[in-house]
């Protein structure tokens, strides 16, 4: 048995079963339950290295040929394939309380098992491909069949088009580069190329104007999977383009490109969210900024750069996940979500309204929930560099927790004789208190993600050094 079969085939292979063979009442089980086992086995079985059961010697190598092209994951890759199979299992058991299709688990699994495969092909350029493919299959997710595609599902699959031609471009370019970075016409054109692709790929500013239309016009909780899933491993390859070519590391304008693009998302992402009416346009906001956090990680000059980029994605992935299922169950009695139509729901929807405004609340960075020992990470490396970076990147932060606020008060607007009651399911009950509790751990003891993201760095051989 070899790594890739187990965390890119397997998975794929389920998500088929999936999609043809069972129902959407037992889809979510077999889901949560796939990922649960392959995070486990990536948690506890080492890569390449022979584990002795009594009589019994397991041994999972590290790679497999397959249409010409090598797929490698290493030792250094568990932790990392246990955090993500992990996030997906939680995203997969809430697709029953969320409403979701049976399509959701089938094509979130492919979906999955291609992004993991992006990070282990080789030649790794060709992750570019495997990230266009993933997201092509979300399409099918967002539109229902027999409807056309709405402005949102348009732009972002036009956007993802785009950003591959120039990642492939560059990525020829950037060979020659290496070999001559003296040429500084080369250099410049791989470099412009190559900010371009993903500038397209994560949505920089103005080019995320996609993800608030998506959060307007599909399902919150499907939009808030693409939200979650695919900028986590563009910013992967990203890292991975950093790490092998020592002049991009280098460059001084590359990292301030990064401060500049990072700082607008923040502070515009944070600023329209601000000033929305709309909860599901709000979350698709605060997504987008906290992608902008990302990209700001990015152009820190130290060697902290690695740790604090990973010590994001998780609670990431919990503040997604419960703010999409809480969207999803509110939807259900104010279709159009927009702040007339959800007015006075905190007393007919307590449990799902607290798990909106602490996941909101936790992407603002606020004390005491998963959100806040990421950030102040982020911050103190701002600090240090550059005081106008870190100002703006408060005011986004800020803008956020404005809309929080508004958030709540139009969610407890209800006159004074209206009764408070439950009207969500023992399911949906439970998920939403699993993922609240969630973000009260990993705020207040932030040390529980240790063990998932002390070894990550080892995945980048030169970044941070």
Known sequence: MNAPTIWIFVPFAAGLFTLFFLRNRFSALVGGVVCVVLALIALRIPIDTALVLGSVSIKISSSVQFF???????????????????LAALWFFGTEASGSANRFVSLGLMIVS??????????????????????????PLLVPLYQSPGRGVVRFLIYQTFAMPFILFSGWMLAGVEASPSDLGATLQAGTALGLGFAFLLGVFPLYNWAPMLMEEN?????????????????????????????????PQLSNAFQLAGVVMVASGGLFASQEKHIGRIMGYAAITEVGLFVLAMGLKTTEVVNTIFLLVIPRGLELAVWALALSIIKRKAYSLRF??????????????????????????????????????????????????????????????????????????????????SNETWTQTVMLGVGMIGLFVLGMFPQVMQPFIAGLPALFEHLGQ
Request: without cysteine.
């Open 340 to 421: 007339n139509e959800v007015r006075g729901l905190a007393r007919r929807y307590p449990i799902a309204v607290a798990a909106l405004v602490l996941s909101h609340l936790s992407m603002t960075g606020f004390p005491l929930l998963a959100g806040f020992p990421p950030r102040l990470a982020l911050w103190q490396g701002l600090a240090g560099q550059s005081l106008t970076v870190s100002f703006w990147a408060f005011l986004g932060l800020l803008g956020l927790l404005v809309a929080a606020m508004r958030t709540l008060a139009v969610f407890v607007m209800a006159e004074e004789d209206k009764p408070w009651e």
């Open 219 to 251: 399902s919150p909780y499907v939009t808030g999977f693409l939200l979650w899933a695919l900028p986590t491993f563009t910013v992967i390859f990203a890292l991975g383009f950093l790490d092998r070519y020592a002049w991009l590391r280098a460059s």
């Open 68 to 86: 010409g092209r090598s797929f490698a994951l290493g030792t250094a890759d568990g932790p990392l394939i246990a955090v993500i199979y992990g």
């Open 114 to 139: 291609l992004l993991t495969a992006s990070i282990a092909v080789e030649p790794f350029l060709f992750a570019a491909l495997l990230l266009g493919i993933a997201a092509m299959l979300v399409v």
